[in-house]
């Protein structure tokens, strides 16, 4: 039982400490607010649902606003039938796996793979992939041969200039 992401024994416990806190009397009062407030909600939501549908309608668009409030359950239950499509084919294969796990499992002779008959879709065309091109290092740089043109840290350029310098 999970009810607004509280499970049975926290609800157990939160019940508790408010009989406690508010005692019978007050508890008994507050329940009867909190259906009160909870009843208005769901009316506005049904009036909103209504006038948002009718805008919808008189707009052309093709939409149905969900009727019940909107919770972890229906948002859950909304966003898996509208993924459906996308993840039906990852399912429909996961489960010639997990056939074909069995067969192997229980020592029968697995069966050759065949191709599904054709709905008569055409597929769409898929480019042919090139392999990539292995990448080549280039050759490895040689310094160049030192020809005294550049000097050194004290603007000496020649050995006999090193020397007389030092």
Do not use: C, H
């Not at 292995?134 to 090193?162: C, I, K, L, V, Y």
């Amino acid at each position: 039982m999970n009810i607004f992401g509280v499970g049975g024994m926290e609800l157990g416990l939160i019940l508790v400490i408010m009989l406690i806190v508010a005692g019978p009397k007050r508890m008994i009062r507050w329940a009867y607010v909190l259906g009160t407030y909870t009843a208005k909600l769901r009316k506005m939501w049904e009036e909103t649902v209504d006038y948002i549908q009718k805008e919808v309608d008189e707009a052309g668009l093709d939409v149905q606003v969900p009727k019940e409030l909107p919770t972890r359950a229906n948002l859950n239950r909304e966003i898996t039938r509208m993924m459906k499509p996308v993840t039906a084919p990852v399912e429909d294969a996961l489960k010639e796996v997990n056939e074909v796990k069995k067969s192997a499992v229980n020592g029968a002779r697995i069966p050759p793979l065949t191709p599904k008959p054709s709905t008569g879709e055409p597929k769409p065309a898929t480019a042919a992939v090139e392999p990539a091109p292995t990448p080549t290092a280039p050759p490895p740089a040689t310094p160049p041969a030192p020809s005294g043109d550049f000097g050194t840290w004290s603007g000496a350029t020649e050995p006999q200039d090193r020397e007389a310098s030092s």
